[in-house]
């Protein structure tokens, strides 16, 4: 492949790219933040990195009600029972896309466990766990969207415990674009007095869409795994590029999908308790980079 026939190529993509919008490119940054301490129960005490050490406030999990207004006594669900909830619901999805009998009264019954983290009648993870495999193994049907569904579920079920730190949050400001492509980058950094290089096994990070101040449960989030730069010694740095035309089965797709419709991309780290134990954990300003087609009219 020449020089001269890739750059016809990207002149065609370009001339192509103009019939349907005009391609534009949004940079978004983010302040940083100190992780000062943290404990065991995944509470941190996360401020700007700019105010002075003695004023640090203390973050309180984020608390949401998640139900009909209908359904009376409802609980505030947080932290891990929140996870919990959306990772249900993306089973529940899942599972409504089998044509089959029984599969849909394991939807019912599942429908009846959201109810429970709703109304606080369910809220451990352990508990739910169990529930939900309980209901599901009632469903004698081995189907490969079944058993894709179901094994989904278990990978993230593995992961739902380990600590959540919003990292940066940023409004969409093209309601009627239509995304092509998103590259985040961040860093973190030990500040300790020992030279300490987070393990990148106990720490990544992850991209969702809220809307309305509620996650959108039914697109599922992207990760980003930890690089270790040769010439840092205390720090892991992040960055992936997402494209439009990805694999087929990938998430990214979807996701990028989603964007264009003027919500807001929450950029979260995940760190686990041998990462979080060893603050103060300095998170460098996030910078999200977006290309979208801009309508022509």
């Given amino acids: 492949f020449c020089i001269a026939e890739a750059l016809r190529l990207r002149l065609l993509c370009r001339d192509t790219l103009g019939m349907v919008g005009i391609l534009k490119r949004a940079n978004l940054k983010s302040e940083e933040l100190l992780i000062m301490a943290a404990d065991p129960l995944n509470e941190c005490t996360v401020a700007p990195n700019a105010m002075p050490a003695s004023t640090f406030p203390l973050q309180e999990l984020q608390e949401v009600e998640l139900a009909d207004a209908s359904e009376g006594n409802l609980q505030p669900v947080g932290g891990v029972m929140l996870r919990c909830l959306m990772l249900l619901r993306r089973l529940v999805v899942k599972l409504s896309d089998v044509d089959d009998c029984r599969v ?39 189907t490969p969207l079944l058993s894709r569904a179901l094994s989904d579920f278990e990978t993230e079920l593995i992961h739902i415990d380990v600590a959540e730190i919003e990292y940066a949050k940023f409004c969409l400001p093209y309601p009627r674009g239509k995304v092509v492509s998103l590259e985040a980058v961040l860093t973190v950094k030990h500040g300790g007095d020992i030279a300490f290089r ?34 840092a010694t205390r720090q892991v740095r992040f960055q992936q590029r997402f ?53 022509t009219f």
């Fill in 104 to 142: 849909r009264g394991v939807v019912e019954h599942l429908c009846k466990l959201d109810a429970a983290i709703t109304t606080g009648r369910l809220a451990t993870l352990h508990a739910f766990a169990e529930r939900v495999r309980a209901t599901t193994a009632t469903c004698a049907v081995n």
């Fill in 198 to 231: 987070p393990n990148r096994r106990w720490i990544w990070a992850e991209l969702g869409l809220e809307e309305d101040g509620l996650e959108l449960w039914s697109v599922q989030r992207l990760r980003l795994y930890a690089r270790s730069p040769e010439d």
């Fill in 243 to 295: 494209v439009l035309a990805a694999c087929t089965g990938d998430s990214a797709p979807k996701f990028l999908a989603a964007m264009g419709h003027g919500r807001c991309l929450k950029v979260a780290l995940r760190a686990d308790w041998p990462v979080m134990a060893r603050v103060p954990l300095y998170l460098k300003a996030c910078e999200v980079t977006i290309h979208y087609l801009a309508p």
